[in-house]
């Protein structure tokens, strides 16, 4: 099998997803439009999640690499 890369243009968008992992229900989501920076829309968002009490805690936060980024 032969990966290639992409060709012509990337239209779409990112959509970041928070759910409670004992009983999978919908915590938050965010979508937002092209592919932004993970590092930079992670802690706005998880902000969010504490105002509105949905995080406790001792809670795990599970991101990939990008989220982490510089």
């Known amino acids: 099998m032969v990966l290639l890369p992409s060709e012509g243009y ?3 968008f990112k959509l970041i997803v928070a759910i409670d992992a004992e009983n999978y229900e919908l915590l938050g989501y965010e979508l937002y439009d092209g592919c932004p920076n993970d590092a930079i829309i992670l802690i706005p ?3 969010k999640l504490h105002n ?3 995080m406790r ?3 795990v936060i599970i ?3 990008g ?3 510089q």
């Open 45 to 47: 968002f998880l902000e």
């Open 52 to 54: 509105a009490k949905k």
């Open 10 to 12: 990337y239209v779409g």
């Open 67 to 69: 989220s982490i980024a």
């Open 57 to 59: 805690m001792g809670d």
């Open 63 to 65: 991101c990939d690499k």
